[in-house]
């Protein structure tokens, strides 16, 4: 039994050295954490879902088969995690579950913890909507008391068609996301990410 929990005692102790003491060294020097990926046994997108990386996500086409491994474990996981909700008759299809989810692991791929704390939920309109947060028509929005992300369907898609302008409001709200998820936690990655938005 004492060796037992010797053992135990053991592994606390280098599991509390590692990220309280190693971690945050490491990531203070070289501004990232000290692993990222680690998927024993990763999810897999069904063959038509990877099409539609393909054919309508640029990022994903730039990357390594490892890091394509990768990236279709989080966007599964992205898509098992957060509920899509459509308004105004508006169906959920497969193409919008993975162009937001793509979009919301293309910000975070380089950051070990992945996913938002801060949303539980994605809402969909087919246009724009009106928000009762200010009263006034939204292209999309953050509602960080609601712990939803929304968007008009029809903006998010010209945030990607339309490739010149530098207007991507999928990007844009999940930016706000990431932010004030990188305001309310500790973790090594929005530690880094706090560190360098205020360069």
């Given at each position: 039994m004492q060796y037992i929990l010797f053992f135990l005692g053991f592994l606390f102790f280098i599991f509390f050295t590692y990220n309280v003491v190693i971690e945050p060294i490491y990531a203070f020097?070289?501004?990232?954490?000290?692993?990222?990926?680690?998927?024993?046994f990763p999810k897999r997108?069904?063959?038509?879902?990877?099409?539609?990386?393909?054919?309508?996500?640029?990022?994903?086409?730039?990357?390594?088969?490892?890091?394509?491994?990768?990236f279709e474990h989080r966007v599964t996981t992205f898509i098992q995690k957060y509920p899509f909700y459509g308004n105004e008759h508006l169906a959920i299809t497969d193409q919008m579950r993975i162009l937001i989810a793509a979009t919301a692991i293309m910000l975070t791929f380089g950051m070990r913890n992945?996913?938002?704390?801060?949303?539980?939920?994605?809402?969909?309109?087919?246009?724009?909507?009106?928000?009762?947060?200010?009263?006034?028509y939204h292209k999309g929005e953050f509602n960080p008391r609601m712990k939803a992300i929304v968007f008009s369907w029809k903006h998010f898609l010209e945030g990607y068609q339309i490739s010149n302008d530098n207007l991507n409001l999928g990007l844009h709200e999940f930016g706000h996301v990431l932010h004030f998820q990188g305001l309310k936690s500790t973790d090594t990655s929005a530690t880094i990410f706090q560190l360098l938005m205020k360069k």
């Open positions: 020097f070289f501004r990232k954490p000290i692993y990222v990926h680690f998927y024993p997108l069904t063959l038509k879902q990877v099409e539609i990386l393909k054919n309508e996500f640029d990022f994903y086409n730039k990357l390594t088969l490892k890091q394509k491994v990768y992945y996913l938002f704390t801060v949303i539980d939920k994605v809402v969909l309109y087919p246009d724009v909507y009106y928000s009762k947060v200010n009263n006034d």
